[in-house]
């Protein structure tokens, strides 16, 4: 089923509005649930893999994947999955590969599918670290509002006793350098990609074993969710990934990748000709239902979540073009 936004005067809506409609969306691409398990990606990395498509109650809000660096100091932890009982389960999967206990959780960025789970990670020892400018997005009305859909629509895996938290440490990134540090011996490197996908992206290299942990800055398989993201800046921060030459390259959705480009270069086409056509329209003064309707999206029909995410990205690009256009 398409999801409809409504036909609205786009060029006097707020951010907010935009980012409201996604609230509205029913539960889609309804896939069976998976297992969660390791998936080994070198000497030290390990990830679990979510389902394709969007989350839902048949596949227990396991869309997204989550990775773990075990070392000898204990483990470190890079996104939460999509619910407390995810976590759990990812806790009983990092047990099956090692006796050492989690130490550190970093979160990629604040979207729900990414965090949910931190109520389960969290204990004595434990650490959380997030970009700083998560704060705005994790004390927003919309990360509020979220969950209440959530809880509606992936009851009993997101209920009335799972809490949202923010980080430990919140990380300031000085004229957008990385962030480089050691965690049980191994360097790894923490990358600010923020104002692409979300305000407070961050990509960890794990640099010993040359793998790039992405988060959700190219999808594996589906198509990006774009929402109210920059795409300009997204698509600048694409070219961020091929200096670092990683050996593996585990993206926020979908199947980890010794050879990313194909991924990333779905992504790319599909940012450029959101702006392409949204842009066009946005300079002609074409309104968004007309401009969309009048769209080719065949290129992109066949991608797994475009009856889901299409319309909505194509809604936020027509937005971002406008702003773009006024010079805001």
Same mark, same amino acid.
């Given at each position: 089923?398409?999801?409809?936004?409504?036909?609205?005067?786009?060029?006097?809506?707020?951010?907010?509005?935009?980012?409201?409609? @996604?609230?509205?969306?029913?539960?889609?691409?309804?896939?069976? *649930? $998976? =297992? &969660? /398990?390791?998936?080994? #990606?070198?000497?030290?990395?390990?990830?679990?893999?979510?389902?394709?498509?969007?989350?839902?109650?048949?596949?227990?809000?396991?869309?997204?994947?989550?990775?773990?660096?075990?070392?000898?100091?204990?483990? @470190?932890?890079?996104?939460?999955?999509?619910?407390?009982?995810? *976590? $759990? =389960? &990812? /806790?009983?999967?990092? #047990?099956?590969?090692?006796?050492?206990?989690?130490?550190?959780?970093?979160?990629?960025?604040?979207?729900?599918?990414?965090?949910?789970?931190?109520?389960?990670?969290?204990?004595?020892?434990?650490?959380?670290?997030?970009?700083?400018?998560?704060?705005?997005?994790?004390?927003?009305?919309?990360?509020?509002?979220?969950?209440?859909?959530?809880?509606?629509?992936?009851?009993?895996?997101?209920?009335?006793?799972?809490?949202?938290?923010?980080?430990?440490?919140?990380?300031?990134?000085?004229?957008?350098?990385?962030?480089?540090?050691?965690?049980?011996?191994?360097?790894?490197?923490?990358?600010?990609?923020?104002?692409?996908?979300?305000?407070?992206?961050?990509?960890?290299?794990?640099?010993?074993?040359?793998?790039?942990?992405?988060?959700?800055?190219?999808?594996?398989?589906?198509?990006?969710?774009?929402?109210?993201?920059?795409?300009?800046?997204?698509?600048?921060?694409?070219?961020?990934?091929?200096?670092?030459?990683?050996?593996?390259?585990?993206?926020?959705?979908?199947?980890?990748?010794?050879?990313?480009?194909?991924?990333?270069?779905?992504?790319?086409?599909?940012?450029?000709?959101?702006?392409?056509?949204?842009?066009?329209?946005?300079?002609?003064?074409?309104?968004?239902?007309?401009?969309?309707?009048?769209?080719?999206?065949?290129?992109?029909?066949?991608?797994?979540?475009?009856?889901?995410?299409?319309?909505?990205?194509?809604?936020?690009?027509?937005?971002?073009?406008?702003?773009?256009?006024?010079?805001?």
């Amino acid at each position: 089923m398409t999801v409809l936004a409504p036909a609205i005067p786009t060029s006097r809506l707020a951010r907010g509005l935009a980012l409201s409609l @996604l609230l509205a969306l029913p539960a889609a691409g309804r896939v069976a *649930a $998976q =297992e &969660l /398990k390791p998936i080994r #990606a070198s000497e030290h990395v390990y990830y679990v893999q979510g389902a394709p498509g969007m989350a839902t109650r048949e596949n227990r809000a396991f869309n997204s994947n989550a990775a773990f660096v075990v070392t000898p100091e204990g483990v @470190l932890v890079f996104d939460a999955l999509g619910s407390p009982a995810l *976590a $759990q =389960e &990812l /806790k009983r999967a990092i #047990a099956t590969v090692t006796r050492q206990p989690v130490r550190r959780v970093i979160v990629s960025h604040f979207h729900a599918d990414h965090f949910y789970g931190l109520q389960s990670l969290q204990g004595d020892g434990v650490e959380i670290w997030a970009h700083g400018a998560g704060r705005g997005t994790f004390g927003s009305e919309f990360t509020a509002s979220r969950l209440e859909q959530r809880r509606r629509d992936l009851a009993p895996y997101v209920n009335e006793q799972t809490r949202l938290l923010g980080a430990d440490r919140w990380l300031e990134f000085k004229g957008g350098e990385p962030i480089a540090f050691t965690f049980g011996g191994m360097k790894m490197r923490l990358i600010d990609v923020s104002g692409a996908h979300s305000p407070e992206d961050i990509m960890l290299f794990v640099e010993d074993d040359g793998v790039l942990l992405a988060g959700d800055l190219y999808f594996s398989g589906r198509l990006p969710f774009v929402g109210q993201a920059d795409t300009k800046a997204w698509l600048s921060a694409l070219d961020r990934i091929e200096p670092l030459a990683p050996k593996m390259v585990i993206p926020g959705h979908g199947v980890a990748s010794r050879n990313p480009q194909p991924d990333i270069e779905l992504t790319r086409r599909y940012l450029l000709y959101l702006r392409e056509t949204m842009g066009a329209a946005v300079r002609d003064l074409v309104p968004f239902e007309e401009a969309y309707k009048a769209t080719d999206w065949l290129p992109f029909y066949d991608v797994p979540a475009f009856e889901v995410a299409n319309r909505i990205n194509a809604y936020g690009a027509y937005l971002q073009m406008e702003r773009e256009l006024l010079g805001r």
